[in-house]
């Protein structure tokens, strides 16, 4: 994609990954992505908002081929996907400056190697005049990282938010309109990347309601001219609010789980309790996540293997304990052969989540009649929960 012009002297300098299916060696990416970079020209000086992803180098600097001169480039964010490239444009632009947040300065020379003076410092609240347009700088620490900030254009009411508000979404229209494969997208990547900051955020929307935002430019994904949708969105999902709905992850090795997952799930269905089930042995991780944004129950599921549970099973334990979803309620179901602390690994594994643990249910080799009874006793007791609780909402 070229160049995109989203108002007078601001221009998408950014590279659109299309291919890239997998990131942090984790998360994966169905839609690829982009490296969102943008370029303001001033009537005296010209900056540049954060550069792309290393790979990517070759398709910004394609895009800067005709800038004769650039004075800033304000670093958001010191993750290499929008610092990677500022070495290339640093040489090329001797007397370009980088702009960061203090924190964001040690980060840069200590990943990228970037000469200290070549990196400037800026306070939140500070201003940097380009001439016509004045950079306000934001200071929005755990968006994704501890030096993360945002930058408020003042003449366009233009909102630079680096990761927050972005989306793991290659398109070919930076005003991509298909709102709600943006939506979602938005929300595999909240999931995936923001839920562990979910506090946080909630003050950062505090802050930002305080000015004029006419575009929201990410540092991921489409531009949003029409910020009250996506800032909307952020706001349910930041929110205490959860849904009338259960998560069961599960791995199943010779099926004993397996009936207990569908026994299970079929009975808090007919209760009025929507289920989302996710076989982890070949589930989309991102989808799984996702569920778990709103979710007010997660049930894991996993047979016994030697003494503890299922080796996927304790890594999608670990990736919900990392971040932090806003569940109330949780169980473990599951099955064994001959025995084993599966239940007891797997409650260990949960020290990051503030929830109530219902009685386990957890059965020797095939279930019976009492333990169809135990997982009755268990979907009775989430229903109620949710009941009591005053969870309704789908
Ligand atoms: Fe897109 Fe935290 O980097």
Redesign the pocket.
């Known amino acids: 994609m070229k160049p995109k012009k989203i108002k007078e002297g601001v221009f998408w300098t950014g590279a659109v990954d299309w291919d890239r299916r997998l990131f942090d060696a984790l998360i994966p990416l169905p839609d690829g992505t982009s490296y969102n970079a943008y370029l303001i020209c001033g009537t005296e000086k010209t900056a540049l908002l954060d550069t792309v992803d290393p790979s990517m180098t070759a398709v910004l600097m394609s895009h800067l081929e005709d800038v004769k001169s650039i004075d800033f480039i304000v670093s958001h ?1 010191a ?1 290499q ?2 610092s990677g490239a500022l070495p290339i444009v640093l040489d090329k632009y001797k007397n370009a400056k980088v702009v960061t947040s203090p924190k964001g300065k040690p980060m840069l020379i200590e990943h990228l190697h970037i000469q200290d003076d070549r990196i400037i410092t800026v306070n939140d609240g500070e201003t940097l005049s380009l001439g016509n347009k004045t950079l306000e700088f934001i200071h929005a620490p755990w968006v ?2 501890p030096e993360t900030m945002f930058t408020y254009l003042r003449e366009d009411k233009i909102l630079f938010t680096c ?1 927050l508000f ?1 989306s793991h979404l290659a398109a070919s229209d930076i005003f991509y309109h298909e709102y709600w494969k943006v939506c979602e997208a938005s929300k595999r990547y909240y999931a995936e ?1 923001m839920m562990p900051f979910r506090t946080t955020i909630q003050k950062h929307l505090e802050r930002i309601k305080k000015y004029e935002v006419s575009m929201i430019a990410p ?2 994904g489409p531009v949003h001219k029409d910020p009250k949708c996506i800032v909307g969105s952020h706001q349910e999902w930041v929110s205490d609010n959860v849904s009338n709905t259960v998560v069961i992850p599960y791995v199943t090795m010779h099926g004993s789980t397996q009936v207990m997952v569908d026994y299970l799930a079929e009975i808090l269905s007919d209760n009025g309790v929507q289920v989302e089930k996710f076989n982890l042995s070949v589930a989309d991780t991102g989808k799984f996540v996702m569920a778990l944004v709103d979710a007010a129950t997660l049930v894991i599921a996993s047979p016994t293997v030697l003494s503890g549970a299922h080796p996927v099973v304790v890594s999608a334990v670990f990736l919900t304990n990392a971040l932090k979803p806003k569940l109330k309620f949780t169980s473990i179901i599951g099955s064994y052969g001959w025995g084993g602390r599966m239940v007891e690994q797997i409650t260990g594994m949960l020290s990051g989540l503030k929830v109530e643990i219902l009685a386990p249910v957890v059965v020797k080799g095939q279930p019976v009649k009492k333990d169809f009874e135990a997982l009755e006793t268990l979907a009775s007791e989430i229903t109620n929960k949710h009941k009591e609780n005053k969870i309704y909402r789908i």
Request: no cysteine.
């Open positions: 964010h993750e996907d929008h994704h990282w990761d972005g990347v540092s991921h």
